[in-house]
């Protein structure tokens, strides 16, 4: 499936953003979602995921507590609210989807993966 996200920009720090996703061709129903990032210089990280029928996986520990992932199905959109960044959350945000029920957060469980969006914190 095609995904594509969109939201990103530049903020300041304790600025929030929504980021959205929605898979092109299909039903987001059929997919658990997620997000990874990728800071310059790093390698890509987990940050939230949420599974087919709702449930949400535990966050990665420097998002918890400022982030949030939802869906709407009926919108066939996944999205996640990002709350008092910081510049250390810059980086290309990447949504993903997995034919499963249930994921854990490891990369190896997502098929398809969006284009990425960027997010820029400044100071």
């Known amino acids: 499936v095609q995904l594509q996200a969109s939201g990103g920009g530049l903020v300041q720090a304790g600025d929030s953003l929504r980021l959205s996703c929605a898979p092109s061709?299909?039903?987001?129903?059929?997919?658990?979602m997620g997000w990874f990032r990728q800071a310059p210089g790093k390698e890509r990280e987990f940050v939230a995921a949420?599974?087919?029928?709702?449930?949400?996986?535990p966050y990665a520990d420097p998002v918890k507590g400022r982030f949030t992932i939802s869906r709407d199905n009926a919108k066939n959109t996944v999205y996640l609210q990002m709350n008092s960044l910081k510049p250390e959350d810059t980086a290309v945000y990447y949504c993903t989807a997995a034919e499963r029920a249930y994921v854990y957060g490891r990369e190896y469980e997502f098929d398809s993966w969006g284009q990425g969006t960027l997010v820029t914190v400044s100071s």
């Open positions: 061709g299909s039903t987001l129903s059929r997919y658990s």
């Open positions: 949420i599974s087919r029928s709702g449930g949400r996986i």
